[in-house]
């Protein structure tokens, strides 16, 4: 059985709610058959080489997520195969204030204008899109019927608020506790079209499960990741040497910088990681994947 097929069988066992309608057994006939049935393929060879490729960009990131050094790495990972497929924007995380997460994991690209707007009006203790991904298994879009009939004029006022940003025609994934995890939350991607296939939908299904289980392997329960609390490279320099036990002098002879410089870059470093102490920022940069206990060890 090919790689993708066994990624996707395993998806499926694991999210069984979500994905009942897959055929079973499942192999490459029954697989094609139901994806004749979702309409995924049409009757022209071009179309089931476009559905291939796409298969292949899931089956990719799947394949890296498992083998990803940091939390970094797989956001980045993730992004970049969702834009392959044709959407600009996501949100994966727990339902929280995305600035402020008091749960594991919150990873996002939506423009940081509406970004900041939403956490500073609390928008998350209302918004639609997490109430119904709480309460649903399968994926839904943010034009079904099921979902705008049970939302309010406020809740609809922030989705039109949103899409003055660029937010709109959304898909959301919810994803659930599953067995021996306890991260859950939702997956909501923004299409740059209105008009992309369907199979791309299935794809990022599958890519949006797999993000999940692999965050969850590598977030500690306090972990934090928002987009303003990553290191940037000459911090996460700093932070190592520091952490391997380098004063600020040696760490800026190895760097070839200035002590003054060096004893910035840390401050900075325990500012993104609200931390105090030099101990803390190397701890917490472990916690969140943004270094490893490896690059700890000096050889």
């Known amino acids: 059985m090919s790689t993708w097929l066994t990624r996707i069988r395993e998806f499926a066992a694991r999210h069984r709610e979500a994905t009942s309608d897959f055929p079973h057994p499942l192999c490459k006939e029954t697989m094609y058959r139901w994806c004749t049935r979702q309409r995924i393929f049409a009757a022209d060879a071009s179309i089931e080489t476009d559905v291939v490729n796409v298969l292949d960009i899931a089956q990719g990131f799947i394949e890296r997520s498992t083998d990803a050094s940091s939390m970094d790495a797989l956001i980045t990972s993730f992004e970049q195969a969702l834009a392959r497929l044709g959407f600009r924007y996501f949100a994966c995380g727990c339902h929280v204030d995305p600035l ?16 900041e707007m939403y956490s500073e009006r609390q928008l998350h203790r209302i ?26 004029p406020e809740q609809r006022a922030m989705l039109e608020e949103a899409a003055q940003h660029g937010i709109a025609r959304g898909f959301t994934i919810p994803i659930h506790p599953s067995l021996g995890s306890t991260l859950g939350g939702s997956c909501s991607l923004i299409p740059d079209s209105p008009n992309l296939h369907s199979h791309c939908y299935l794809a990022a299904q599958a890519m949006a499960a797999h993000f999940f289980d692999a965050a969850a392997r590598s977030l500690s329960a306090l972990t934090i990741l928002g987009s303003n609390m990553r290191l940037t490279t000459r911090e996460r320099q700093c932070v190592i040497w520091m952490g ?11 760097l070839g910088l200035s002590a003054f410089t060096v004893h910035n870059y840390i401050a900075n470093a325990k500012r993104r990681l609200r931390v105090s102490s030099s101990r803390q920022v190397t701890l917490h940069a472990i916690a ?7 690059e700890m060890i000096e050889f």
């Open 127 to 152: 918004d639609p899109v997490f109430i119904h991904a709480d309460s649903m298994f399968r994926p839904f879009h943010w034009g079904d019927a099921q979902f705008l009939s049970g939302t309010t």
């Open 244 to 254: 391997r036990g380098k004063t600020e002098e040696e760490t800026a002879a190895l």
């Open 100 to 115: 402020h997460p008091r749960k594991p994991l919150m990873a996002l690209n939506y423009p940081h204008d509406w970004v």
């Open 288 to 294: 969140t994947g943004q270094i490893s206990l490896s």
